[in-house]
């Protein structure tokens, strides 16, 4: 693997079953602009400016075309564009670059990626003659089937923040703020091989009721239950995302209690995924635990999202989602329990959809943790 994308013959397998999808969805092409689609299709990091970079497939099977501003050519060095031999048209101020969208189309009906700006999208409409339709229809299942290339960046990445996790109680000392605990989890997100840090979640006591709580200048305290929410990419930019739950000092009887019950929930809804089942039955697995034990109305979000080079992708695991889930399927298990103004906690671990079953991308123990204090 190139270091910063794959190997270029994945792009070109992408490419084509891209053209291909849009063929049956009887399209004219495809039209990139930068953005997540853009980098998967071809491993581009470009940016979106004022002026128009994107990515023609034409849904013919001919050579795509990628129409980019001269003085961003060295944009294209690091993607696979070269080594694909794709078409490549430059343009300078004062050309059209919607006209050259347009002349590498064999038609005007094409589908955009929902990143694409207004500011290209009306005057690609224009020159078009016809209002484009959202790509993420057609691209959604190539998207969603993680390849075997896709499948290990992801467990190279969940194994990196389980690194991370192994480290957490080191950090979880009484008097310490959130923020304190936040920059460490930050460095350690680093240092054990992602390339950024994408978010980090340290919910104490009550903040951990707020699912999406960041950090904040509280200081821990001894019985403190805490949730610590944190991913990020690793290379070529696929993430992990993770969550464990800490008490600092041994928790309230009945605080164990309730997250015995959350833990079994979230092994329910993981033992539950295999193909053939709905993302919501998966939803309903974990779900129905929470609700036997009268735990129903404080869990207040969806079970899971999908993931990959977006944090948060299709598909997602939700009540009312028929999709069925195929092998290759990426997404989170994390169901939570959250008490206003109290505590809260949430498991969550990365599952790849198998034959017949799952694997799972984290590995850290799933039992509420508990950090000594002296």
Known sequence: MTVGRFNTDVYAARLRSAAAAAHAAGLAGLVITPGYDLRYLVGSR?????RLTALVVPADGSTPTVVVPRLELASLKESAIVELSLEVQDWVDGDDPYALVAAALPGSAVAVTDAMPALHLLPLASVLGAVP????????????????????????AGAAIDRVHARVPEFLVPGRTEADVSADIAEAIVAEGHSEVAFIIVGSGPNGADP?????????????IVVVDIGGPV????????????????????????????????AAAVAAVRPGLTAEQIDAAARDVLAA???????????????????????????????TLEPGMAFS?????????????????????TDDGCVSMNNQPHELVVVPVS
């Open 133 to 156: 339709v959202l790509a993420t229809d057609v691209l959604r299942q190539l998207r969603m089937i993680k390849d075997p290339s896709e499948i290990d960046a992801l467990a190279k």
């Open 235 to 266: 290379e070529p930019g696929y993430n992990s995302d993770c969550t464990r739950t800490y008490s600092i000092g041994e928790p309230d009887p009945v605080v164990a209690q309730q997250y015995s019950v959350l833990q079994r929930a979230q």
């Open 333 to 353: 298990v994390e169901p939570g329990v959250y008490f206003a103004g109290q505590w809260g906690a949430r498991i969550e671990d990365i599952v790849v959809v």
């Open 212 to 224: 999406h709580h960041e950090c904040s200048d509280r200081e821990l305290q001894v019985g403190d």
């Open 293 to 323: 034990e009268g735990l129903a109305e404080v869990f207040v979000h969806r079970t899971g999202h999908g993931i990959g080079l977006s944090v948060h992708e299709e598909p997602y695991i939700v009540a009312g989602n028929g999709l």
């Open 46 to 50: 470009a940016q979106t400016f004022e």
